[in-house]
């Protein structure tokens, strides 16, 4: 499989690319196996940033990987030892496919069977997702905050810096001399744009969400910005605007908790957002998953200008 | 306990150790992510696999579903799916400005070089 | 109605506040927020504490979705009582930490700082209040992406490096964690802790419990620097910034055993957890062999925070060694010792802190002679280095008087002598400290070496005096400590 070629191959790049395969084929097996949501969070946000990050990493510390020195047999036993501890923990597991496992009673199936009655969204993964386990999920976006502040602090360049770089730097450059991809993306930006609005306010219905639709929205702008050059989003925004939206989508969801709070009611209780609990139920919802596509959308932005603007820095032209 | 059934399992062991053994053995800072991300996507697709119903539907109600009154995948280990993959985007992102700035201090991102600068 | 708001607020509040604290620039204004929302969690976690000692367990439904079907949170008197632990002496530390960040980060870094440490803190908090195990695994990684941050802000580039390995074993244990939660949910089709504690005694002869067991173990184990899983610890308590060492140093791998007790006594249930795996056994070796190889190695050290972290996974070690012994006193002992410790690794970083303030560098060599400029610091560290070996009136005497009970009155009186002497080795490392301050005589004489500025005396010589006070006024520790493990063994949670 592709994993065994990864592991041999000394050429990181041709690594990635294959890691990208790799995740491609997940996703799949995703949406194969009815797990649509992860399917499409896989695609839009596993596989497309990590390739991002990792090739713009690649492009700072070379494609070459130097032949390793040690004898790997201690990675081997371990390797060994844990693989086969989880297959023997899988004996009892009960048959692949079955209907009657005891994950799938229980919890589960008070989800589909109430889930629609109760909150009055279809797609039993979003009511889940941020309404019955919504601290969950104002957890994950932290998460992503954490990244970007972790990130922040290590590649920081100043906002001069990144204006005077970006227009001497080839790196980030505008491709002026690629005439099909321009116009392709120029007719293709707003409507990758249109796409992510789509996938964030249809999450009731349909696979989506904040976070694929944060990821896609970061991918439009990524786009404008490798083929337009960096000056021009510069233009647009700068970092601070983005730390105050990455801030913005947090508090927006931890803040909708806070109104719950003052109504007298335990943190996150969507009930009482209106006068009817379905209602509730959707404003709360449609409020936090906004929250989490500025946050993601703000945050992968900025990691992708840390990254770019860092590398300038160093890259300085004499 | 039929193989075939359990193959699956078995297929998920066989990244889930690659992506390991590519963490532990490889030098490089870079491959030794990639082989983490081997390791943590292998392990959703044992969640995936293992909440999988056979011959349901995804865990979208339509107006048709209720009618027919058919069998739903569990919305559960979707959901924490995808936190994972979240979660682990973000730790992704964090070890690669790391390794950035390790380039930039080291000027090499072979762990047996770092090591033996840092030993000096 | 805030009463029976609080379980919610002790995490909400730092989590709310770091962004907020991302965007507020001046690095001073940063620092005080912090300070304020500290000393605030520090307020809620003792009158949780109060509540969970009067009322019994605090529950809390997030959303107002009952448990199972929603997160629950819930807190007990270990949960208050780690809560406590781990407030205030955030708050101490950020006392000091003003002026120690000021020398050590540069000005656009400082307000990075603190919200990487509020994150840090809500992290834990949110680790130690929660009652469902996805939501653990959350702010396991909330703290831990915080940890990798603070940790790489250290001036050394092998702060870098540092925290490069923590990540990669730091995610590895993760990982190995969500496995186990994994499988614990196909066995039990549920996330609640509580819940899980029910299910999982009729399954206790599953071969798929086994492994979830030890994948979550293992992942907590990874965590924990325990021995011989703890090589990412002494570089990343070493260079990263003085702050953050004495932070995490107190806290996080005390959170990191919280979560041992809660699963080993809790979740998987004391019988299972034994009997399973031979887990008195293996806990035991590890404990005996990381004290004696961990407290070996400190000896050996040239840098005075490297010293204090191989300390540290010792201590870890004597932690595990307890909790081990499967008894009511040896969980008493791992208990009051979480406690003890934090005090003392407290103490000690932040009166390095004042050192390193001074004279900008850890090596042993530098301090030559310091004794007699820096008086009160270095009163301060032998005080707190009197406390690691275990001298009377201090609370290390208190935590090894609870250690040999609790090995004596199974019998076992090598692993009573093996706690003895993990003291001695204790001293060896702690009096070279000591001699190159008091005996030495200072390399350039003619330096004047201030001592360090009262702000900075406060806060330590605050950590410093409860060593003392704990060590003779126990009837706190000892109380809370007695209910925690009470209520540990008594029930299923």
């Known amino acids: 499989m592709t994993v065994f070629v990864i592991i041999s191959l000394r050429d990181l790049f041709a690594s990635i690319i294959l890691m990208g395969v790799y995740g491609l084929f997940s996703a799949s097996f995703f949406a194969l196996m009815d797990a649509v949501d992860v399917a499409l969070t896989e695609a839009a946000v596993g596989i497309a940033v990590s390739i991002l990050l990792l090739l713009s990493t690649l492009s700072f510390t070379g494609r070459a990987e130097k032949k390793s020195r040690q004898k790997p047999f201690l990675a081997l036993i371990i390797v060994f030892f844990t693989g086969a501890l989880l297959v023997y923990g899988t004996f009892d597991l009960p048959p692949f496919g079955s209907a009657t496992s005891p994950a799938h009673q229980h919890v589960a199936s008070y989800y589909i069977n109430e889930s629609y009655g109760e909150t009055g969204v279809a797609n039993l993964v979003s009511s889940v997702l941020a309404s019955y386990r919504g601290f969950d999920t104002l957890g994950e976006l932290v998460v992503i905050f954490t990244a970007g502040v972790g990130v922040i602090s290590l590649l920081s360049t100043s906002q001069k810096a990144l204006k005077t770089n970006g227009t001497t730097n080839k790196l980030v450059a505008p491709m002026t001399t690629h005439h099909i991809l321009r116009i392709v993306s120029k007719m293709l930006i707003p409507f990758i744009m249109l796409y992510a609005l789509y996938v964030q306010f249809h999450s009731d219905f349909g696979p989506g969400g904040g976070f694929q639709a944060g990821a896609i929205f970061a991918s439009a702008l990524i786009l404008y910005t490798l083929m337009f050059g960096l000056q021009a989003t510069l233009a647009i925004t700068s970092q601070s605007w983005l730390k105050f939206f990455a801030a913005l989508g947090v508090l927006l969801f931890a803040g909708t908790g806070i109104i719950s709070m003052l109504q007298q009611h335990n943190y996150l209780n969507y009930n009482v957002l209106a006068s009817d609990p379905i209602q509730g139920q959707h404003l709360g919802i449609l409020l936090v998953e906004l929250g989490v596509g500025i946050t993601v959308t703000a945050v992968l932005f900025q990691l992708f200008i840390s990254f770019t603007g860092y590398m300038l820095n160093i890259r300085r032209p004499a | 306990m039929n193989v075939a059934e359990s193959f699956n399992y078995w297929a998920v062991m066989i990244l889930m150790m690659s992506g390991l053994y590519i963490l532990i053995a490889q030098g490089n800072l870079v491959k030794k992510v990639i082989g983490l991300t081997i390791f943590q996507t292998s392990v959703f697709i044992l969640y995936i696999s293992m909440a999988n119903i056979t011959g349901a539907s995804a865990p979208v109600i339509s107006e048709a579903s209720s009618q027919t009154n058919l069998l739903f995948s569990n919305p559960l280990p979707h959901v924490m799916i995808l936190t994972a993959i979240v979660v682990g985007i973000s730790t992704t992102a964090l070890a690669l400005s790391l390794i950035i700035r390790i380039k930039r201090a080291y000027d090499t991102i072979e762990e047996d070089e770092i090591h033996d600068m840092d030993a000096q | 109605m805030m009463s029976n708001q609080l379980a919610i607020l002790q995490v909400v509040i730092p989590l709310i506040a770091a962004p907020l604290c991302l965007l507020v620039r001046h690095a001073k204004l940063t620092w005080l927020f912090a300070l304020t929302i500290s000393a605030l969690c520090s307020v809620i976690a003792l009158l949780l504490l109060q509540q969970v000692t009067t009322h019994g367990p605090v529950v809390y439904a997030l959303g107002d979705w009952q448990a199972p079907i929603g997160i629950e949170y819930r807190i007990d008197v270990l949960g208050a009582y780690l809560l406590t632990i781990v407030t205030s002496i955030s708050t101490i530390i950020l006392l000091a930490s003003s002026s120690i960040n000021k020398s050590e980060l540069s000005k656009q870094k400082q307000p990075l700082f603190y919200v990487a440490y509020l994150l840090c803190l809500t992290g834990m908090l949110g680790i130690i209040v929660t009652g469902d195990v996805f939501n653990l695994f959350i702010f396991i990684e909330i703290s831990a992406l915080a940890s990798y941050t603070l940790i790489a802000m250290g001036k050394d580039r092998r702060a870098l490096t540092a925290a490069f390995s923590y990540l990669l074993v730091g995610t590895l244990g993760a990982t190995f964690i969500l496995i186990g939660i994994g499988l614990m949910y196909m066995l039990t089709g549920t996330l609640n802790m509580h819940d899980l504690s029910v299910r999982l005694v009729e399954l206790s002869q599953s071969r798929t419990l086994f492994t979830a067991f030890s994948f979550f173990i293992v992942g907590v184990c990874l965590k924990l620097a325990l021995f011989p899983l703890h090589w990412w610890l002494p570089n990343a308590y070493t260079y990263s910034p003085s702050v953050a060492s004495a932070f995490l140093a107190a806290t996080a791998t005390k959170v990191a055993i919280y979560i041992l007790l809660r699963f080993i006594f809790g979740v998987f249930g004391q019988e299972f957890s034994f009997s399973a795996l031979p887990l008195q056994n293996i806990l035991m070796t590890l404990g005996i062999v990381g004290i004696l190889v961990a407290s070996t190695m400190a000896i050996y050290q040239k840098n005075a925070k490297q010293i204090l972290a191989y300390s540290s996974i010792a201590q870890i070690a004597y932690m595990i060694l307890t909790l081990g012994f499967n008894s009511h006193n040896g969980l008493l002992a791992t208990l009051i ?41 270095f009163a301060a560290i032998v005080i707190g280095g009197l406390s690691l070996v275990g001298i009377p009136l201090t609370v290390g005497f208190i935590s090894k008087w609870y250690m040999i009970v609790a090995s004596l009155e199974n019998g076992w009186w090598p692993v009573a002598l093996v706690i003895v002497f993990g003291s001695l080795l204790a001293a060896v490392y702690v009096w070279r400290i000591f001699e190159t301050a008091y005996l030495q005589t200072a390399h350039e004489p003619n330096k004047q070496i201030k001592e360090a500025p009262l702000r900075l005396l406060i806060p330590v010589w605050l950590l410093t005096l409860a060593n003392i006070y704990f060590g003779i006024d126990v009837r706190f520790t000892q109380n809370i400590a007695e209910l925690a493990t009470q209520s540990i063994l008594g029930s299923a949670m």
């Open chain 3, 337 to 377: 010792h979480i406690f003890n410790h934090a005090l003392m690794k407290g103490a000690l970083f932040l009166a390095l802190a004042a050192v390193m303030y001074r004279i900008g560098s850890m090596e042993i060599k530098q301090f030559a002679g310091l004794g007699k400029q820096m008086p009160w610091t």
